[in-house]
């Protein structure tokens, strides 16, 4: 089953901050936000009109939200620049898009710091303009700030930069799989290796299905 994920995670004690802070951005829309602080078993890996709240991890809240916040994607570049910037922090928003890409972008105060996709080629024409310049001018500076990351999480570079290095064409059409890691449930080739890179910074994204899922602390709805 193809699986879209969009994962928020921002660098914050308290989780009311990164709630009123988006509430505040999404105001300039008419959208209000509207909490359900209930524990839910089930959730969307993919919802449409809410965003769930997930327990805390290292000093990171945790958030399933919508595909780009149901924004148009320069709108939701400028929500994660807005929300690192009023909160004086770093946020980070993983994306897992119809099991095939996987992406990141890193804020630090209000700026653009970091960004990855795992097949930039691809993407070019969908990306923000402050991103696709990346790629157009020079393909490398999508490919991931191992050391940023090893500094930010306290993971070696060494366990992070088998994930941030694009495979080649050649490697994409071998039989053999490739891992970052020989105890990585997913191949480089399959994008839901975000989850195992995810598991590896601290953070990992929640579980939707299965004997694994991780239930939400709260639903906040879009109103």
Do not use: C
């Not at 060494?158 to 053999?176: A, F, H, K, Q, S």
């Amino acid at each position: 089953m193809a699986l879209t994920m969009q994962y928020l995670i921002v660098r914050t004690k308290d989780h009311t901050e990164v709630v009123n802070s988006l509430e505040r951005f999404l105001q300039r829309y008419e959208i209000d936000i509207e909490p359900n602080e209930e524990t839910l078993y089930e959730w969307e890996p993919d919802p449409q009109d809410r965003f769930y709240r997930f327990a805390s991890l290292n000093g990171w809240q945790r958030f399933i939200i919508p595909h780009a916040l149901d924004l148009e994607s320069e709108e939701f570049f400028e929500a994660l620049r807005y929300l690192s910037q009023d909160l004086e922090t770093v946020v980070m928003n993983f994306s897992l898009q119809e099991s095939e890409l996987w992406s990141y972008m890193l804020f630090r105060d209000g700026a653009l710091h970091d960004a990855y996709i795992n097949d930039p080629e691809e993407v070019l024409a969908t990306m923000p303009p402050e991103l696709a310049e990346l790629v157009e001018g020079d393909i490398t500076e999508f490919y991931g700030e191992v050391y940023l990351l090893s500094e930010l999480f306290g993971v070696s570079a060494e366990v992070i930069e088998p994930y941030l290095v694009p495979l080649t064409d050649e490697e994409r059409g071998m039989d053999v799989e490739i891992y970052a890691h020989e105890d990585d449930e997913h191949p480089l080739n399959d994008a839901h290796v975000v989850f195992d890179f995810t598991r590896r910074l601290g953070v990992p994204i929640p579980r939707p299905y299965g004997a694994e899922r991780e239930p939400a602390l709260a639903e906040y709805i879009f109103l």
